[in-house]
């Protein structure tokens, strides 16, 4: 309950086209996008993007971990923050404003 | 992610034997030693199923065949999970269709291609069950606060123009001496609750906190809340929120202790929440006997050093509890407040800054009291008379500096004003006659000893610097409605004042008002004395002395 009231805060947020909650195996496990297609498309995507990028981190420095990445693309931004287990995906567009 | 990590090693080194295994099966010789070593790694992708095995309890039957499948399409019909392994496949698909045609070895792009979707329409119920898990909870509650921060500080950084400047607004407080900075709301958690406590916390100066009263249009909904905003980020939403039963009538921060946020409720009950818990109730209460408090707390707060501290409570009945913050179960120490044999009605309790031992507790009875914790003759001391109101707040003298002025006593009051005594000689120094309704609030500036705050049930913010002015206010702010509560924050630029709507607004002073002069103390020392001449010049004109003790 707590979740989904988060979960659509987020989504309510200014620009925000869509958030996913990704479990270890790429499965998305609750997602905003209507068309699943894109859902899964997200889903591969960015887990293999987040899993080299940690694997990048930490083989600079192997006490090093990824806690946040940000793609900042023309479009739209996507915002991931990975875990041990899950990974939360949000795409947001920017929108301006002073 | 340990997992994907020795998939894709092992798809790798599988990737190597594979390619050669294909050619030497055309090839039609060599392929049935391959074949044997494959069945080798076959046994060890079967141990590392086992191991998933523990770990899953409903995907069990798909992940063995989707390991079998990165590493020996030719045992099984394979269901690919994998997405990074499904993507490499559709990737490769044509590649994958030859070998197909070529021999019944390696199949799996199409089958891979096409599992990728039944394990997400199987998981409904797993995905219930995972966003019930208490793993999945703690990890969304972490990752959630900090996206919504990345959600509201974006957009400035690409704008060339601007040159990537985040705060705007902090230029314009030059021109004006107070401006207000944000509105904490949450329609959901404040809504239609009264602010009853203000607090910023010691260890984070950009953490508030503010209490809110019961919300009589949702009565199934907690009766306490405590939201603790961060005002450094721009996201609307607060930090933790947390509730009892209860309506919390006075909220502190541990002092000591960077997790803890203790809290006075209307039943007499002191709570502790912990924030590192992901639970919102208290995780400590005190029991409601009458060993403790029976009638609402209307202060808490942590007195001592970090060694050797203690937490203080005072309800309306004069009652004053002394407790230890690991054991809520029962007051190390109770004392009850009473003059001429009767109890103290209080409203509120202050207590010296550097001393835990005095303090000052204001009452319905129109008067204020000094008075002392330990010792011989501990409980009220002294009576300060003047107001003609219950007074609403009481205020020690709280910037530190070189002159002591530990004995300087502001008090609010609902008979429109504002007094400041001397606790020296009992006597007031002044009255500030400004406003024009109920003063409901004071706070001292922790940095600018001749600067105060009062609030007033208008929603006026006044701003007294008494080196200043001592007739006028030096600046003034206005909310929308009336202020119950407004507290500078250890920074003394910031203040933030609760309503009675629910909303907490965050003022930012300017410089010029909020830092002091290098002279402030000096000049407010003689400020002060001559406060006292005119009121005790004012006393033997009118031959009726506002307050109680000699003056001269």
């Given amino acids: 309950a707590e979740v989904e009231e988060t979960f659509k805060r987020i989504l309510a947020h200014k620009g925000v086209v869509g958030v996913i909650i990704v479990n270890f195996d790429g499965i998305p496990i609750r997602s905003s996008f209507a068309d699943s297609s894109l859902t899964v498309q997200y889903c591969a995507l960015i887990q293999q993007l987040a899993h080299k990028s940690r694997s990048a981190i930490r083989d600079l420095d192997p006490g090093n971990d990824l806690t946040f990445l940000r793609i900042r693309s023309k479009k739209n931004e996507i915002m991931v923050a990975p875990d041990k287990d899950y990974l939360l995906v949000v795409v947001q567009e920017p929108c301006d404003q002073p | 992610n340990p997992h994907l990590k020795s998939e894709q090693s092992e798809f790798a080194a599988a990737g190597g034997p594979e390619s050669p295994r294909s050619s030497p099966k055309r090839e039609a010789g060599v392929g049935a030693k391959k074949l044997t070593v494959s069945q080798v790694t076959q046994t060890t992708v079967v141990a590392k199923e086992t191991v998933n095995y523990c770990k899953e309890t409903q995907t069990m039957n798909l992940e063995p065949e989707r390991d079998v499948l990165t590493y020996d399409e030719s045992e099984r019909e394979g269901e690919g999970v994998n997405a990074a392994e499904a993507l490499a496949e559709l990737q490769r698909m044509p590649h994958v269709q030859e070998l197909v045609a070529a021999g019944a070895a390696a199949d799996g792009a199409a089958p891979v291609a096409a599992e990728p979707e039944k394990p997400r329409e199987l998981s409904d119920e797993e995905r219930q069950q995972i966003l019930l898990s208490e793993s999945f909870v703690r990890f969304f509650d972490k990752t959630a606060r900090v996206m919504e921060r990345a959600l509201a500080e974006d957009v400035d950084i690409f704008i060339d123009y601007s040159g990537g400047s985040g705060d705007t607004e902090l230029g314009e407080t030059a021109k004006q001496q107070v401006k207000q900075q944000r509105v904490f709301y949450d329609d959901r958690w404040s809504r239609n609750r009264c602010v009853t406590a203000l607090d910023w916390s010691p260890h984070f100066p950009e953490l508030c906190l503010a209490a809110y009263n019961a919300n009589e249009d949702a009565p199934q909904e907690p009766d306490g809340v405590v ?69 609402p707390v209307l202060s808490v707060c942590v007195l001592g050093s970090e060694n050797a501290h203690n937490l203080v409570s005072a309800s309306s009945d004069g009652r004053l509890c002394t407790w230890s913050l690991d054991m809520l179960s029962q007051p190390q120490e109770t004392l009850d407040l009473q003059r001429q044999n009767r109890p103290v009605p209080a409203t509120c309790l202050d207590f010296a800054p550097s001393d835990a031992n005095h303090f000052v507790v204001g009452s319905e009875d129109y008067s204020m009291y000094t008075g002392c914790r330990h010792g011989a003759k501990a409980g009220i001391m002294d ?96 909310c929308d409605a009336a202020v119950n509560r407004c507290r500078f924050s250890d920074s003394g630029l910031l203040l933030g004042a609760g309503d009675h709507l629910g909303r907490l607004t965050v003022f930012e002073l300017a410089d010029s008002l909020a830092s002091p002069r290098q002279e402030e103390w000096k000049l407010l020392g003689r400020t002060l004395h001559e406060l006292k001449q005119a009121t005790a010049e004012l006393a033997a004109a009118e031959q009726d002395p506002p307050g109680v003790g000699p003056i001269r």
């Avoid at chain 2, 004995?407 to 400004?434: M, N, Q, Y």
């Avoid at chain 2, 000893?449 to 702010?477: K, S, V």
Wanted: hydrophobic share 40%; glycine share 6%.
């Fill in chain 2, 227 to 295: 939201c603790v905003w961060n005002v450094k980020f721009r996201k609307d939403s607060p930090e933790f929120v947390f509730h009892c039963q209860s309506p919390v009538t006075s909220a502190c921060f541990a002092k000591f202790h960077r997790n803890l946020i203790v809290g006075g409720t209307y039943s007499g009950q002191v709570v502790l929440w912990d924030n590192r818990t992901p639970r919102r109730t208290p995780v400590q209460r005190s029991p409601l006997s009458s060993t403790a408090h029976t009638q």
């Fill in chain 2, 383 to 478: 009576a300060l008379d003047g107001h003609q109101g219950p007074v609403s707040a009481v205020a020690t003298h709280r910037a530190t500096g070189p002159v002591d002025l530990g004995h300087i006593v502001l008090s609010a009051s609902f008979d429109w004003t504002v007094r400041l005594w001397s606790l020296r000689d009992l006597g007031t120094v002044h009255v500030f006659e400004e406003t024009s309704d109920y003063v409901m609030d004071l706070c001292w500036s922790p940095v600018n000893p001749a600067l105060f705050c009062a609030a007033d049930a208008l929603g006026r913010l006044d701003f007294w610097q008494l080196n200043l002015d001592t007739e006028q206010a030096a600046a003034r702010a206005q």
